[in-house]
């Protein structure tokens, strides 16, 4: 699955379903990266979009999205 993380048609479960588990870790990376430049930028609207697609693609790969651990301030 080559398809543009960008788009919709990326997330149809039945192409989802017949992605490799590599290609499946590759869009999730793509993601996660996509995901974090937009919350850098402020822009949460597309980082929650994002964060709501990568769900979707760790839920195929069997695994939940876990959130970053919080760092001491002290």
Not at 38 to 49: P, S, V
């Amino acid at each position: 699955m080559e398809e543009d993380p960008d788009t919709a048609a990326a997330y149809d479960s039945k192409k989802l379903k017949k992605s490799s588990a590599q290609a499946l870790r590759k869009l999730a990376k793509s993601l996660e990266k996509k995901m974090a430049e937009a919350a850098k930028d402020l822009d949460f609207e597309t980082a929650a979009e994002l964060r709501d697609r990568l769900i979707i693609v760790k839920g195929q790969l069997g695994e939940k999205l876990q959130p970053a651990k919080k760092k001491k301030l002290f």
